[in-house]
Nanobody, 125 residues
Framework: QVQVVESGGGLVQAGGSLRLSCAGS????????IAWFRQAPGKEREFVAA????????AYLPSVKGRFTISRDDANNKVYLQMNSLKPEDTALYYC??????????????????WGQGTQVTVSS
């Protein structure tokens, strides 16, 4: 079992950058794939990016590929989401989740067992 806590959200202008952090509560964090999901008001929660427990596989939502980069620092029990060239449509509450999905790409929220409370990202035009 693991707890995860997100940080790093904020208000940024279109074209700007933010780096989100997901901190795990214990060493078991290293045994899980970690994903970022987001949810905008009135919309379903959607997959954004994921990284395998080994760190050698990643997956991205097509609309963020090339702009967002997910990475992990297991020495510090952290996963990062570097977000560049932000667009107003990236505005959402971003969640970090830990789990053991069968596949990184296409995994639904149900594939992940442990969730944080979310961090708000707002991109102004």
């Amino acid at each position: 079992q693991v707890q995860v806590v997100e940080s790093g959200g904020g208000l940024v202008q279109a074209g700007g950058s933010l780096r989100l952090s997901c901190a795990g509560s214990s060493r078991s964090f290293r045994s899980y794939a970690i994903a970022w999901f987001r949810q905008a008001p009135g919309k379903e929660r959607e997959f954004v990016a994921a990284i395998s427990w080994t760190g050698d596989s990643t997956a991205y939502l097509p609309s963020v590929k090339g702009r967002f980069t997910i990475s992990r620092d297991d020495a510090n029990n952290k996963v990062y989401l570097q977000m560049n060239s932000l667009k107003p449509e990236d505005t959402a509450l971003y969640y970090c989740a830990a789990g053991l999905p069968v596949s990184l790409l296409g995994a639904t929220p149900r594939s992940y067992d442990y969730w944080g409370q979310g961090t708000q990202v707002t991109v102004s035009s």
